[in-house]
């Protein structure tokens, strides 16, 4: 096998980054980089010359500005659960999309991982046992995204009520009334380890 000049090993080396954001989202890690045999300097030489794009800390694309935030947040956040908000938008319970992605995540997880400029994210730490009650997924992104289904999200709705836009927060609630798929067994039992079960009862009770 004939040995790559510099320019082809960069194309190579280039090319192989470009797999595995695709695996990713369209996102990639240092630490993935530098598997592939690219030391940091390389790195930060390809930040300057525009070939690569910096995402935020430890992560980089190829033209993320003109990706879809929600690309974006497939990438960065896999293991991220869209809730409130942004749950309220994908679920259909609200018309206009939320300007904050709203994100249930490991309180465990690193705060940086948040610390970025685009998208805009408001993180939710939780315990790592009540962050995958009432989980569920959705086709996001040309991938799957975690969400809460609906019996969570309301409940977290009247959990975080003070959190929440009143007319969104109303909105929530006249759209849960209105689902012939509610499930309100399942909300119970989730309003009950959410401590929110006497909230459920005062508020919704005479519509359930």
């Keep these: ?36 045999g690219v030391d940091y300097r390389r790195i930060l030489s390809w930040v300057k010359d525009g070939t690569l794009e910096r995402v935020k800390s430890g992560y980089y694309s190829f033209g993320f500005r003109e990706r879809s935030e929600e690309d ?3 990438g960065l956040f896999p293991d991220g659960i869209l809730c409130l908000n ?37 993180p939710y730490y939780t315990e790592p046992e009540v962050l ?20 969570r999200m309301i409940c977290d709705c009247l959990k975080f009520e003070e959190k929440l836009d009143r007319d969104i927060f109303k909105r929530a609630l006249l759209s849960y009334i209105a689902d012939n798929s509610k499930d309100i067994a399942e909300l119970l039992t989730i309003a009950r380890e959410r401590k929110v079960l006497q909230k459920v009862q005062s508020t919704l009770g005479v519509w359930l």
């Design 1 to 36: 096998m004939e040995k790559m000049s510099r320019e082809e090993k960069t194309d190579f080396l280039l090319s192989e980054i470009k797999k595995k954001m695709d695996e990713n989202g369209g996102i990639i890690k240092t630490s993935q980089i530098t598997e592939l």
């Design 72 to 74: 974006l947040i497939l």
């Design 86 to 122: 942004s749950a309220l938008y994908y679920h259909h319970y609200i018309d206009q999309k939320p300007y904050q992605w709203h994100i249930a995540i490991d309180k465990n997880t690193s705060k940086s991982r948040f610390k970025m400029d685009y998208p805009v994210i408001q």
């Design 132 to 151: 995958k009650l009432g989980v569920t997924e959705i086709p996001f992104a040309g991938g799957t995204m975690k969400i809460y289904n609906k019996q």
